[in-house]
């Protein structure tokens, strides 16, 4: 039987990121995914539209999977409402030995709107000290830590800054906006630092990215990888999910998770 792993995010329309990225991560490696749906996330004429699930309903979702009683991972991506964070948080507390993968959503790509400071605190009070990794994207690293990120250097002292909020270990996602021709990505645990990188793509197909990446790490983690493998596994399999993605329209396209299965990983090292 596989392992059974579950999914706390919203639903993307267009199946590029959100729960239907991580369903498919999962897939990839050999995992049964379940799905908790927090809100419905729609793009119309290029306009991101969130529309929150009703927080009671939120817990029947959440009631009806842990019910279950096996769950060995949990991803948590986009969390719409303080209410919703703190209805997710008293869940996660009862999964003692549960491997969580917090992916702290705050921005799209396509619109870059943020969050309210209230959900921002609510998230690290709540939710990061339960976290095995949390998986921040630089934006949301630096809204997390009020602080700016220019360099290599800056990321360090943001990671450990992070670090602070509890969780076990912090990965910031680095993305292309560092300058340089890699894409870097920095991991701490409260001991070691390390950087992990891979040439920047230019195809503009990152649709799900940060969603495949987090539950890429935690899927590594459950087939009994340490940190620093899971990470680099998931950073090729995102690589590989760009370079091969696919296109939704004429501006920009999605991540395509079975790219690794099909292409067969032809990523530079």
């Known amino acids: 039987m596989p392992k059974k792993v579950v999914t706390i995010a919203g639903s993307d329309s267009l199946s590029g990121g959100g729960l239907q990225a991580d369903l498919a991560t999962f897939n990839e490696y050999g995992l049964f995914g379940l799905s908790v749906i927090t809100s419905i996330v729609t793009f119309?004429?290029?306009?991101?539209?969130i529309h929150p699930v009703?927080?009671?309903?939120l817990h029947e979702q959440l009631a009806t999977t842990f019910s279950l009683g096996d769950i060995e991972g949990i991803?948590?991506?986009?969390?719409?409402c303080v209410e919703s964070v703190e209805v997710v948080s008293q869940w996660i507390q009862e999964q003692k030995s549960t491997?969580?993968?917090?992916?702290?959503?705050?921005a799209f790509k396509e619109d870059?709107?943020?969050?309210?400071l209230e959900i921002i605190e609510a998230m690290k009070g709540l939710l990061f000290p339960f976290a095995d990794i949390i998986t921040p994207n630089l934006l949301e690293a630096e809204i997390f830590s009020g602080m700016k990120i220019r360099?290599?250097?800056d990321m360090e002292e943001v990671a450990k800054k992070l670090f602070q909020c509890g969780s076990k270990a912090v990965v910031i996602k680095g993305g292309t906006r560092l300058s340089g021709n890699t894409a870097v990505d920095l991991f701490f645990d409260g001991e070691h630092t390390q950087i992990f990188k891979l040439p920047k793509l230019s195809q503009n197909m990152n649709n799900?990215?940060?969603?495949?990446?987090?539950?890429?790490?935690?899927?590594?983690?459950?087939?009994?990888?340490?940190?620093?493998?899971?990470i680099e596994q998931a950073k090729r399999f995102v690589y590989e999910g760009i370079l091969h993605g696919i296109f939704v329209n004429e501006t920009y396209g999605n991540v395509w998770q079975a790219a690794d299965r099909y292409e067969g990983g032809n990523y530079e090292k």
């Open 44 to 49: 119309i004429d290029d306009q991101v539209a």
């Open 54 to 57: 009703d927080v009671s309903i």
């Open 75 to 80: 991803k948590l991506g986009l969390l719409p």
């Open 99 to 106: 491997l969580i993968v917090v992916d702290p959503v705050l």
């Open 112 to 116: 870059g709107k943020l969050h309210d």
């Open 151 to 153: 360099s290599m250097s």
């Open 208 to 230: 799900g990215a940060g969603c495949t990446f987090a539950s890429a790490i935690l899927a590594g983690k459950l087939s009994g990888m340490d940190n620093l493998s899971s």
